[in-house]
């Protein structure tokens, strides 16, 4: 399998603040990149998905504005919570995909907690 | 609406039987179907895949089950060790990138 590595695996940050978090593809290139929110109330909630040959696209009830996305090569790719509150919660996981069919790897995820 | 639906929630069984993880789509487009395994803590780990244009296929332990007419495939892990106690879930695929999960079922083998 393809390795993914997601920096911080943990963070806590104050209600209203906001929280950056990284995806690096190790020893390849990633042909898309997709990032989810795991909560356990929900299953995976896509929030964002982009290909080699498309921009950024958010899913409804995601946006740009509270979730802005840097995917600046192949391998690595950044995501930032703004003003998270309590309802942002979660493990959000980087999946990358790999080859002409996306077969998707996960990183270990970013588990946000909001006080 | 759910895409992707999976049964049972939970499932017990005791070490060297096998388990049976049911999965129902509703998309026809959907051509790709990936199973993910996740421990406590960590990531989903993808485990074993099919393509539609197969209807069966084995990874040691693990095989699908796929049946493209009813829609429905499952994953039936043969002498389950404690070791397979891990939540599993489905996924589908169809002419994308996107990727959409099932709910997941929770496996425990107990010994």
């Known amino acids: 399998g393809a390795l993914v590595y997601q920096y911080p695996r943990r963070t806590i940050c104050k209600s209203g603040t906001s929280m950056r978090m990284e995806c690096q593809a190790v020893?390849?290139?990633?042909?898309?990149v997709a990032w989810y929110r795991q909560s356990p109330q929900k299953t995976f909630e896509l929030i964002a998905l982009s290909t080699v040959n498309s921009a950024i696209k958010y899913e409804q009830n995601f946006t740009q504005e509270k979730f802005p996305i840097s995917h600046p090569n192949l391998s690595f790719s950044s995501m930032t919570v703004l003003n998270a509150y309590l309802e942002d919660r979660g493990l959000y996981l980087c999946?990358?995909?790999?080859?002409?069919?996306?077969?998707?790897?996960f990183g270990p995820g970013t588990r946000l907690t909001v006080l | 609406q759910q895409q992707v639906r999976q049964s049972p929630q939970s499932l017990t069984v005791w070490e060297g039987e096998t388990a049976i993880l049911n999965c129902s789509y509703e998309n026809s487009a959907f051509d790709y179907f990936p199973w993910y395994q996740q421990f406590p803590g960590e990531g989903p780990a993808l485990l074993i895949a099919?393509?539609?244009?197969?209807d069966k296929k084995e990874d040691g332990r693990f095989t699908i089950f796929f049946n493209k007419r009813e829609k429905k495939l499952s994953l039936h892990i043969t002498d389950s060790q404690p070791g397979d106690s891990a939540t599993y879930f489905c996924?589908?695929?169809?002419?994308?990138?996107?990727?959409?999960f099932g709910e997941g079922t929770k496996l425990t083998v107990s010994s």
């Open positions: 099919i393509r539609s244009v197969s």
């Open positions: 020893g390849f290139q990633a042909t898309s």
């Open positions: 999946g990358l995909g790999l080859g002409v069919s996306y077969e998707q790897y």
């Open positions: 996924a589908a695929q169809g002419g994308s990138a996107k990727l959409i």
